[in-house]
């Protein structure tokens, strides 16, 4: 994608791993969007940097079924992901898919992962 001049957003815990495998620049000043989210102000800041930078590419991590045959093996190696009744960022991260849902189209979906591109304005 970054050879194409695509920028990329990673939607997750472990966005650093994608960022570094896919040879592009995290998005916004941190690699880790939630560590970067911690309180209101600062998800309005990054909420406002997905729609004014309008990255082209989404890598979301969709919260994890628990009928889903691989779930421990996506938990033992990219963390539980996001849960409806986390106490840590349920609420940032539904905030942050529903920006998604809205302005991007989803390509294709790799286990608890998906592809979003930005809809043409």
């Known amino acids: 994608m970054s050879r194409e001049g695509?920028?990329?957003a990673v939607v997750d815990e472990t966005g650093s791993l994608f960022y570094l495998a896919g040879g592009s620049p995290p998005f916004g000043r941190y690699p880790r969007v939630f560590i970067n989210m911690y309180n209101k102000q600062n998800e309005r800041r990054?909420?406002?940097a997905f729609i004014q930078e309008r990255p082209h590419y989404v890598l979301a991590r969709m919260p994890s079924?628990?009928?889903d045959p691989d779930l421990s093996t996506w938990t033992?190696?990219?963390?539980?992901?996001?849960r409806a009744y986390s106490v840590y960022y349920a609420d940032t991260y539904t905030n942050l898919l529903s920006l998604i849902h809205g302005r991007y189209q989803a390509l294709?979906?790799?286990g608890p992962?998906?592809?979003w591109e930005v809809r043409a304005r």
């Open 6 to 8: 695509g920028s990329l």
């Open 108 to 110: 294709e979906r790799v």
């Open 113 to 115: 992962y998906e592809l």
């Open 65 to 67: 079924e628990a009928g």
């Open 46 to 48: 990054v909420t406002q």
């Open 76 to 82: 033992k190696y990219f963390g539980p992901g996001p």
